[in-house]
């Protein structure tokens, strides 16, 4: 009997435990890692690309130097990242490229996300060709001349088309419909990651090869592989409006910061200095190289650059 | 096209089919007979016609949107799921800060200690060495997030599985109902599990801890049912005479004789659990997986090894620690057993109290070891000079090119060049004579699926590059199967690396794979081969040792070559085994496509990527669902059913 009475207990108190304290709102639970053993601890998304690797760095550092905080990170991809921030999971995001469809959502709508200010950065994505290949043949950047030159961007993936290597499937782009309506003789070639796509970058610029890709701005890579922008028809306000019928060159973005909205009212000095953390792009970039070129660990990237601009963060402090 | 091979078998004329195979095939040309030109008439077109294929992605859209919109008010969510996340994250806090609390001494200690009771001092020492090892690369507190996950992950996989497979072990009808499910989700892909789960719980660790369980408790569901039904029934007959009731007959006689399964079942649920764990960062996991992840971003090999060998480290001495305990089973306990124990626990928690008394808790920072630079250097180096330019035999980057454009554009473009109906005919053609009519029907539905999906030009290009990939793990893995069937040395030198490569996460040689062969669906190709190959070298050489050593004795006594034995003999007789190694492959294979989408596969393994990456998930969860369905065929193209009827009930 006894055994018995012990497993209704037992499930008694679990029905009860799952059903008797009420609603449970998911949106509004934190990871299981956060603020363990008593510390306060902000967490981070970091995306997958370096720029975002190296504002979380200084962020992360100077929280738990200066700030006292414990820091985690977790690497989500964008449109994810927003619905993460939303739910609390992550408590900011440090550089978003705009996202108009989230910021109705999230931040209009249901204001669980707060917008934290300009990052300081402004990005731009285009069309890259190598400088050792824009130099011999100058008129490879106007995007009226990329049809004589698809031959040389031939690769085995492409199929008789030149090819336009585009990234991860997590960024930006218009670039089928760009090939499509300006009628070029290209085939867009999915690298299917960053990682992929910079480390054939990189294949290509040993040997000097061209290539066609595409990239954006501020990013490390520059200062290892120069590259020069090929010029698509200018940006006009909202002629990016109809994604099938694009056909002009991508925007100069200011990248934003957001945080979650609660996060934003009760953070504490943690809030109060992810909103104020604004730099530029070099000071960007040069975090951004040493993590990737010279592969110091983010940390002691951060450390680095620290250690040597502390007027600039010292406005940031609350 | 489905009544097609339902159609049920005429009596042939005597005399000239005697073979079964024979009789299925011309049945199926005479059905093709009838209904190709009705197809052909009715679809000029190659390609599957618009009108039968269904638009999913609006209804899809629509629920993504109000789920989203729903979350947080929606009873569903606030009475159902809410607490089911709830508890997961409690759970896993739990298991994290008792971790934490009790320091990487201690951790290390207990691990060490359960190593020694359960399977010996050997590996109680690998055990505490590999715990060693994961502080020293730095990577303590990662792998503390990984092994809090994965706990909640594997004891919610067995309590789920061992109820499931208590129901289909005792109950014949639940048996009929669960097995085929069972059996198809050993077939699909870990990441076909991660955008369902998504949808409804986002990004984090509730999702990330639902899917590994859902990937993980089927072989325990299975392993439970089989050990319960294959229990002897003659000592379940003397149970019963004794007057035992139904409920101390399963706890007295059935469970304890069906412990080798059910601990088996344990090993696989852990193995399997750990390599989602890793998958699941890509759903906000955190840990080592997560590790592995963030390294990958900034191109940085080191890195991800840094993050990737203590997973390999857990799996291999998790693997071992579980199986010498299984091997252990029915083995009399040492005397002083009792004693021995109670020493060993309470050396543990001195080691793990003294610890938390000196405050070291927290791995030392001083004592990790920077492996990131040398490995990132070896691999720069390996790039540099085998990528293009090696005299004689050109670059790696050449081949990859050569491959491209030789093997997989022609196979692509052969597929997709086939009329549909043709597909579906092969496909048939394929499964019927190896298998049932039924099976032949699933193939063919499964494929038919993937048309009405509206995803059948990607899938049939996804289907070449696993084809090529099959092909190339297959040469590869036979030969080497071979030899290490033949060399006792070469296959004691080849365990750890297959171990290595069948636990090392995917993520890891993404990076070296594209630096070698460029972007492409030649570097997907190559990802899928390392990883399908320890499996199909592992059963090639298991199934070349089993052969009699009677029969190889007589062919040797013949005066047979080795060649000619194992011609002859060894390879005849090892074909059941070879058969499987060929289904694993397949399976194995399609598992990487996804991973393949990272480094430009293209195809579904992109769009499921895409639809991750974008949150879209109606374009994820049709490539998903055109990936397990191709999953489902090749499958079934590929295992003998004969062999699976006999196996269980």
Redesign the interface.
């Known amino acids: 009997m006894r055994p018995r009475t012990t497993t209704a207990v037992a499930a008694g108190s679990a029905l009860l435990l799952l059903t008797g304290c009420g609603a449970a709102d998911m949106t509004k639970q934190a990871s299981p890692f956060a603020n363990a053993q008593g510390a306060r601890t902000v967490t981070l998304s970091v995306q997958s690309w370096v720029g975002a690797q190296a504002n979380v760095a200084v962020a992360r550092y100077l929280l738990e130097h200066e700030l006292g905080y414990r820091v985690d990170t977790v690497q989500v991809d964008e449109v994810p990242a927003w619905d993460a921030l939303s739910q609390g999971r992550v408590d900011a995001i440090l550089e978003d490229w705009g996202h108009p469809e989230q910021e109705q959502r999230y931040v209009e709508d249901k204001r669980t996300i707060a917008p934290g200010g300009d990052l300081g950065v402004t990005g731009h994505i285009g069309w890259f060709v190598p400088t050792y290949f824009a130099k011999r043949h100058p008129d490879v950047t106007d995007w009226k001349n990329l049809d004589t030159y698809a031959e040389q961007f031939r690769t085995p993936e492409s199929g008789g088309k030149g090819q336009l290597m585009d990234g991860s499937p997590s960024y930006v782009t218009n670039d089928k419909a760009l090939v499509k309506n300006l009628k070029l003789d290209y085939q867009v070639v999915f690298a299917g990651s960053e990682a992929a796509q910079i480390t054939q970058i990189k294949q290509f610029a040993k040997e000097k090869k061209p290539f066609l890709t595409y990239w954006y701005t501020p990013q490390w890579l520059f200062e290892k592989v120069p590259m020069t922008e090929v010029k698509l028809p200018a940006y006009q306000e909202g002629c990016d409006a109809d994604p099938e019928k694009v056909a002009c060159a991508y925007p100069v973005t200011p990248l934003q910061k957001y945080l979650n909205a609660d996060f934003a009212k009760d953070g504490g000095d943690a809030a109060d200095f992810l909103r104020k953390f604004r730099w530029t792009t070099e000071d960007q970039n040069e975090v951004s190289l040493m993590i990737a070129e010279q592969k110091l660990p983010a940390e002691e990237a951060a450390k680095k650059w620290v250690d040597s601009h502390e007027s600039v963060w010292n406005k940031w402090l609350p | 096209m489905a009544t097609l091979t339902a159609t049920t078998p005429k009596a042939p004329p005597p005399g000239i089919l005697t073979s079964r195979t024979a009789r299925k095939l011309v049945v199926l040309a005479v059905a093709a007979a009838v209904l190709v030109p009705l197809a052909a008439t009715r679809w000029t077109d190659g390609t599957w016609p618009d009108a039968l294929t269904i638009d999913l992605s609006r209804p899809l859209g629509d629920a993504s949107d109000w789920i989203?919109?729903n979350?947080?008010s929606h009873?569903l969510?606030?009475?159902f799921?809410?607490?089911v996340?709830?508890?997961?994250?409690?759970a896993?806090?739990a298991v994290?800060?008792a971790l934490?609390?009790v320091g990487w001494a201690g951790v290390t200690a207990v691990a060490g200690l359960v190593a020694w009771r359960v399977a010996g001092a050997g590996l109680a020492l690998a055990t505490a060495a590999a715990f060693v090892a994961c502080g020293l690369l730095g990577m303590w507190v990662p792998t503390m997030?990984t092994l809090?996950l994965m706990a909640v992950a594997v004891a919610a996989s067995v309590v789920v599985g061992t109820l499931l497979g208590l129901a289909a072990g005792l109950s014949d009808r639940m048996n009929r109902a669960l097995r085929p499910v069972l059996d198809t989700m050993q077939v699909l892909p870990a990441f076909a599990y991660l955008l369902p789960v998504?949808l409804v719980?986002?990004?984090?660790?509730?999702a990330a801890v639902l899917a590994t369980v859902v990937y993980a408790a089927p072989p325990m569901a299975r392993l439970t049912a089989l050990g319960l039904r294959g229990a002897d029934k003659e000592v379940l007959e003397a149970v019963e005479s004794l007057g035992a009731t139904a409920r101390q007959r399963l706890l007295t006689a059935r469970l304890p004789l069906a412990r080798k399964e059910l601990l088996l079942g344990l090993n696989q649920t852990i193995m399997m659990a750990l390599s989602m764990a890793v998958i699941a960062?890509v759903?906000?996991a955190?840990g080592l997986g997560?590790r592995v992840?963030?390294a990958?971003?900034?191109?940085?090999v080191?890195?991800a090894l840094a993050a990737g060998i203590p997973i390999v480290l857990l799996a291999v001495v998790l693997d071992r620690v579980t199986g010498a305990a299984g091997a252990r089973l029915g083995q009399p306990p040492a005397p002083n057993a009792r004693a021995l124990g109670a020493y060993a626990l309470a050396a543990a928690v001195a080691v793990a109290v003294a610890g938390r008394l000196a405050g070291r808790l927290e791995w030392p920072d001083g004592w990790v070891v920077g492996i990131?630079?040398p490995v990132?250097r070896a691999v720069d180096w390996m790039?540099?000079h085998l990528?293009?330019g090696v005299p004689v035999i050109g670059g790696t980057?050449d081949w990859?090119?050569h491959f491209?454009?030789w093997v997989l554009?022609p196979l692509r473009d052969g597929l997709q060049w086939l009329p549909w109906w043709a597909v579906l005919l092969i496909v048939a053609a394929l499964a019927w004579p190896i298998g049932t009519w039924r099976t032949a029907l699933t193939a063919v539905l499964a494929m038919a699926a993937i048309g009405v999906l509206g995803v059948w030009k990607p899938s049939l290009d996804t289907l070449s590059q696993v084809l090529a990939a099959v092909a190339v793990t297959l040469v590869i893995g036979f030969a080497t199967g071979i030899a290490a069937a033949r060399s006792d040395r070469f296959e004691r030198l080849l365990r750890p690396v297959l171990d290595v490569f069948q636990t090392m996460p995917q993520f890891v040689y993404?990076?070296p794979v594209?630096?070698l062969f460029?972007?492409?669906?030649?570097?997907a190709v190559a990802a899928a081969v390392v990883y399908a190959l320890p499996a199909v070298v592992r059963i090639t050489t298991q199934g070349l040792r089993q052969v009699d050593p009677a029969a190889l004795e007589s062919a040797r006594s013949l005066g047979a070559s080795g060649a000619q034995q194992l011609r002859q003999v060894q390879l005849p007789l090892a074909r059941p085994a070879l058969l499987l190694a060929v289904n694993q492959g397949v399976v194995l294979v399609l598992a990487v496509v996804i991973i393949?989408?990272?480094?430009?596969?293209?195809a579904l393994?992109?769009d499921v990527?895409?639809g991750?990456?974008?949150?879209?998930l109606a374009t994820g969860l049709v490539a998903g669902a055109a990936i397990v369905c191709l999953g489902l065929m090749l499958d079934r193209v590929t295992q003998p059913t004969e062999r699976r009827a006999t196996k269980g009930a």
């Open positions: 989203i919109d979350r947080d009873p969510f606030l009475y799921f809410g607490h996340s709830n508890a997961v994250v409690i896993v806090r994290y800060l934490l609390a997030q809090a998504v719980f986002g990004i984090g660790v509730p960062s759903i906000g955190g997560d992840y963030q990958l971003a900034s191109v940085d080191g890195a990131a630079e990132n790039t540099a990528y293009s980057a990859a090119g491209t454009t554009d993404l990076i594209v630096a460029g972007v492409g669906r030649a570097p393949g989408g990272l480094v430009g596969g293209g393994g992109y990527v895409f991750l990456a974008q949150g879209d």
